[in-house]
């Protein structure tokens, strides 16, 4: 069984920065895809970013410059690093991950169970 585990975030004043890790153990043979999303309080999950295998970003339009993505595939972890925090990055960030745990096996998206992290003074 595959399980990812997100931590990092917590209460942080505006203009602060924080950095996200979200990391897999069990049966993985490899990671097409990484993943972070946010859900606010009272809105639905969207999108923050994206990484692929060969290292390929994507990011959210209106969350570019400040929000940095990046994986360690020896370690089957992501990490978001955030600055410039806003009071409206408040959410609760989840990594996603698209993997096989086999080499001819299918691919399937795994879910953290989400961080908080609370921009405030």
């Known amino acids: 069984q595959v399980q990812l585990v997100e931590s990092g975030g917590g209460l942080v004043q505006p203009g602060g920065s924080l950095r996200l890790s979200c990391a897999a153990s069990?049966?993985?043979?490899?990671?097409?895809?990484m993943a972070w999303y946010r859900q606010p309080p009272g809105k639905e999950r969207e999108l923050v970013a994206q990484?692929?295998?060969?290292?390929?970003?994507n990011y959210a339009n209106s969350l570019q410059g400040r929000f940095t993505i990046s994986r360690d595939n020896a370690k089957s972890t992501s990490y978001l690093q955030i600055n410039s925090l806003k009071p409206e990055d408040t959410a609760v960030y989840y990594c996603?991950?698209?993997?096989?745990?086999?080499?001819?096996?299918?691919?399937?998206?795994?879910w953290g169970r989400g961080t908080q992290v609370t921009v405030s003074s």
């Open positions: 069990g049966s993985i043979f490899d990671i097409t895809a």
């Open positions: 990484i692929t295998g060969d290292g390929m970003t």
């Open positions: 996603n991950f698209r993997l096989r745990q086999r080499r001819w096996g299918a691919v399937y998206d795994y």
